[in-house]
């Protein structure tokens, strides 16, 4: 079956601007979670999905947002983009909000450079 | 803060078991070891997880020590595509939306496998 999908896989931005990423989790999972990596921060969590609400929230200001739809899919935006927002965002998918008592399946990322 | 502690690299010759130690000295009663890898450039790979008792699956093995602060997860027989940064997170695992529990990173080990 088809994994975890995250589009676009390669973005630049400049400074100010705000951007979308999206991602596509496996068929009937319902969990969706994001997490940023930074080569100074390693990887830190954001927020995550279940049933379209937010069940979970990292350490992040505000100008970092999530949704999630009805068929699973979720978007997560960023407002006001800084350099140090450069990173690669990932999205990992679950069959529960908690990841069960398995894993998470990641998807490969989307490299966000602000310039 | 992640709860584990892991050394920073490693190294191990391809054929041979790359065996990769972790110590979590605070983890709680209901709290699993679950382990991922990430190859360069790609999301994080779900390995193995266990509470207290040992376990095995076609990529892993992960050893639980009995007091239950510190594991070794085992590579049997080490390729040169599990060279990767290796993992070891310790976290609450339970069904239903009773909490979100979300996945806490630390820096890993750099594993190398040597031809």
């Known amino acids: 079956k088809a994994g975890v999908t995250q589009t676009p896989r390669y973005l630049i931005k400049t400074r100010g601007q705000q951007v979308t990423l999206s991602c596509s989790p496996i068929?009937?999972?319902?969990?969706v979670s994001w997490y940023q990596q930074t080569p100074g921060q390693g990887l830190q969590f954001l927020f995550e999905?279940?049933?379209?609400?937010?069940?979970n929230k990292g350490n992040f200001p505000g100008r970092f947002s999530g949704r999630q739809f009805s068929n699973s899919r979720s978007e997560m935006n960023v407002s006001t983009l800084e350099l140090g927002d450069s990173a690669l965002y990932l999205c990992?998918?679950?069959?529960?909000?908690?990841?069960?008592?398995?894993?998470?399946?990641f998807g490969s990322g989307t490299r966000l450079t602000v310039v | 803060d992640a709860k584990t502690t892991q050394p920073p690299s490693m190294d191990c010759a391809e054929g041979r078991a790359a065996n990769l130690p972790c110590n979590h000295s605070?983890?709680?009663?209901?709290?699993?070891v679950y382990w991922y890898r990430q190859i360069h450039s790609q999301g994080p790979q779900y390995i193995i997880h266990?509470?207290?008792n040992n376990e095995t699956n076609e990529m892993a093995s992960l050893i639980i020590t009995e007091d239950r602060k510190s594991s070794t997860l085992i590579l049997p027989h080490a390729t040169l595509r599990d060279t990767a940064v290796y993992y070891c997170?310790?976290?609450?695992?339970?069904?239903?939306?009773?909490?979100?529990?979300?996945?806490?990173f630390g820096q890993g080990t750099r594993l190398t496998i040597n031809p």
């Open positions: 605070t983890i709680s009663g209901n709290e699993y």
């Open positions: 266990g509470l207290k």
């Open positions: 997170i310790v976290r609450v695992a339970r069904r239903g939306i009773q909490g979100a529990q979300k996945l806490v």
């Open positions: 068929s009937g999972h319902r969990s």
């Open positions: 999905y279940f049933s379209e609400t937010q069940r």
């Open positions: 990992a998918s679950s069959s529960a909000p908690t990841g069960a008592r398995g894993g998470y399946t």
